[in-house]
Nanobody
Framework: QVQLVESGGGSVQAGGSLRLSCAAS????????MAWFRQVPGKEREGVAV???????SYADSVKGRFTISKDNAKKALYLQMNSLKPEDTAMYYC??????????????????WGQGTQVTVSS
């Protein structure tokens, strides 16, 4: 069982920055496929960024060049640095994890573990 706890959300003006963190309890954290998703009420959940065990990354087109996903295996922590925030980035952001080393680590991966979410609000 993997527990994920997000933090770092908040309210910021457009053009500002926030850094989200996700603390994981997985004993083999370094081997997991990790990702950030976001969801607005009434809309489908959207994959934002994913990072594989080899630190390869992939991003949604809507955040490329503005967001950076990273992790610290020693701290068992996942991060999302969000710069040049826009009002349309407003959403609940979720950390996700899955252990599937035999499959590609992608935004379409069927993640089995989820955090409770942290709210990000960007005002214009």
């Amino acid at each position: 069982q993997v527990q994920l706890v997000e933090s770092g959300g908040g309210s910021v003006q457009a053009g500002g920055s926030l850094r989200l963190s996700c603390a994981a309890s997985a004993s083999t954290f370094s081997s997991y496929c990790m990702a950030w998703f976001r969801q607005v009420p009434g809309k489908e959940r959207e994959g934002v960024a994913v990072i594989d065990s080899d630190d390869s990354t992939s991003y949604a087109d809507s955040v490329k060049g503005r967001f950076t996903i990273s992790k610290d295996n020693a701290k068992k922590a996942l991060y999302l640095q969000m710069n040049s925030l826009k009002p349309e980035d407003t959403a609940m952001y979720y950390c996700a994890a899955d252990y599937t080393p035999w499959e590609p680590c992608e935004l379409v991966t069927d993640f089995g573990y989820w955090g409770q979410g942290t709210q990000v609000t960007v005002s214009s």
